[in-house]
């Protein structure tokens, strides 16, 4: 029977070395045209070099610290002189390569000792990096100084400000927990970000249901009111603007129940078959209407969305977000529960989001899930109702029509699964949380 410590010393040889051959093919296809001899690491060397990193950290034991370090400084001296020696002849200033070959080494020995899984994966992100290089600069070039400043607010936002703020209510009400309003501001921005990201990953060529839909995640209020001055100004025809009306407010709903099921998972089976039977309903009116389109030619109709993360924007939404808060838990203790309600359909009528995540903190707080349900639902509604006014208003009868027909079937159908599903489904979650 094999040595057991023998077996796991060729299987970790053999990734070191699986790890130096998978960089080599990438590096050696990317210069398979170089003549022969001309290049200083290709399949070949990478693939001892992290055959050279693993026997190095196999010796470890025998050769103490300083051994290894010593081993360690040799190669890299020697690879780094015989690199430097190409880049003087070849005039090239890039560095990748070199780091790449002294990562090799680095993964070859790491893999003698450490997680196997770990060595494999930094393995293939290495090989990623450097087989999308032009890819990569491709995409750099087209990057903006807004879309760059907006990615670091966010990522500072996330990983700078949101540790830096206390896990605690801060307020006589005890609603408002500054650690957990940022996290939820910084969860609306990422996707009003992504919104704009998608929109200009997949282009005007997708046209206006793309557009609609990737509008939809940053607001479906603009998008519905930017696609009504579309076809007021004759840029789209009525039903393609209704169509993708239609399909903003579906992508809108379906917002709501990803963040019910983020922040407030016991209102989910309250609220989420309600909610999907709209979105269904929406999608469904959505390519009705563009089936029976006869006007449209597949014009672009594209949002032309700005990068919607400001620090400025980021500050008014924590801040309407933090009195939706406020109000809603004034609210229920001097009225009760069902003091929610008006106000939901109040602020709905502004914002849904912002009543979604006021409820989902609530509930957190002790709030009857059927309750958060009710006022998330009468938020959509009023939501759904006010973006119809802003369609009539800014696009004319006919592209109001469309919507409002859309969103009339919706609403019967969210309806009838409220009143004769949601009392069967609700219960059954309830007993098993129970």
Same mark, same amino acid.
């Given at each position: ?10 299987? @970790? ?7 130096? #051959? ?47 370090? /010593? ?10 002189? #015989?690199?430097? @020696? ?43 990096? $450097?087989?999308?290089?032009?890819? $990569? ?11 760059? @400043? ?17 896990? @605690? ?24 970000? /992504?919104?704009?990201?998608?929109? *200009? ?39 393609? &603007?209704?169509? /993708? ?41 959505? #390519? ?40 809603? *838990? ?14 939901? %359909? ?19 707080? &002790? ?41 009339? %079937? ?25």
């Amino acid at each position: 029977m094999p040595d057991p410590a023998l077996l796991e010393m060729f299987q @970790r040889l053999a990734m070191a070395l699986g790890i130096g #051959f998978l960089v080599g093919v990438e590096r050696g296809w990317k210069h398979r045209d170089a003549p022969e001899g001309t290049r200083a690491a290709g399949l070949r060397t990478h693939a001892v070099i992290g055959l050279m990193g693993g026997m190095t950290g196999a010796m470890l034991p025998a050769v103490g610290a300083l051994g290894f370090l /010593a081993l360690t400084l040799a190669f890299a001296g020697a690879f780094i002189t #015989f690199k430097v @020696r190409e880049s003087l002849r070849d005039n090239d200033v890039s560095v990748t390569g070199t780091i790449a070959g002294l990562l090799v080494f680095a993964l070859g020995a790491y893999a003698m000792w450490g997680d196997l899984r770990i060595a494999a994966a930094v393995g293939v992100v290495l090989v990623g990096l $450097l087989a999308f290089k032009d890819a $990569l600069h491709d995409w750099l070039d087209s990057v903006t100084w807004k879309e760059l @400043r907006s990615a670091l607010l966010i990522l500072g936002a996330t990983f700078i400000a949101l540790p830096l703020l206390p896990d @605690r209510t801060i307020d006589i009400w005890g609603a408002i927990n500054p650690r957990e309003l940022w996290l939820l501001t910084i969860l609306v921005a990422g996707a009003s970000f /992504a919104g704009y990201v998608a929109v *200009r990953v997949l282009g005007s060529d997708i046209g206006v249901l793309a557009g609609a839909a990737a509008g939809a995640l940053v607001s479906s209020t603009v998008v519905t009111a930017e696609l009504g001055r579309r076809v007021k100004t004759g840029e789209t025809h009525a039903m393609v &603007g209704g169509a /993708a009306a239609a399909i903003a407010a579906a992508i809108s709903v379906s917002r709501v129940i990803v963040l019910l099921a983020i922040t407030a998972v016991p209102v989910v089976p309250e609220a989420a078959p309600a909610l999907a039977a709209a979105v269904l309903v929406f999608a469904g009116a959505a #390519f009705a209407m563009r089936l029976l389109d006869r006007e449209g030619d597949g014009a672009d109709s594209s949002q032309k969305l700005t990068s919607p993360l400001d620090l400025w924007s980021v500050a008014k939404f924590a801040a309407f977000l933090g009195a939706v808060i406020i109000i809603g *838990r004034i609210i229920a203790d001097a009225y009760g529960q069902a003091g929610l309600l008006p106000f939901a %359909a109040t602020a709905g009528l502004a914002d849904v989001d912002a009543v979604t995540l006021a409820a989902s903190s609530l509930v957190r707080g &002790g709030l009857d899930p059927a309750i958060g349900a009710h006022a998330v639902m009468i938020a959509v509604l009023m939501n759904t109702l006010a973006k119809g006014v802003i369609a009539f208003v800014t696009g004319g009868w006919r592209y109001a029509a469309l919507y409002f027909a859309a969103a009339l %079937a919706a609403t019967i159908a969210a309806a009838a699964v409220w009143f004769l599903v949601t009392p069967l489904i609700a219960p059954m979650f309830q007993t098993e949380a129970a």
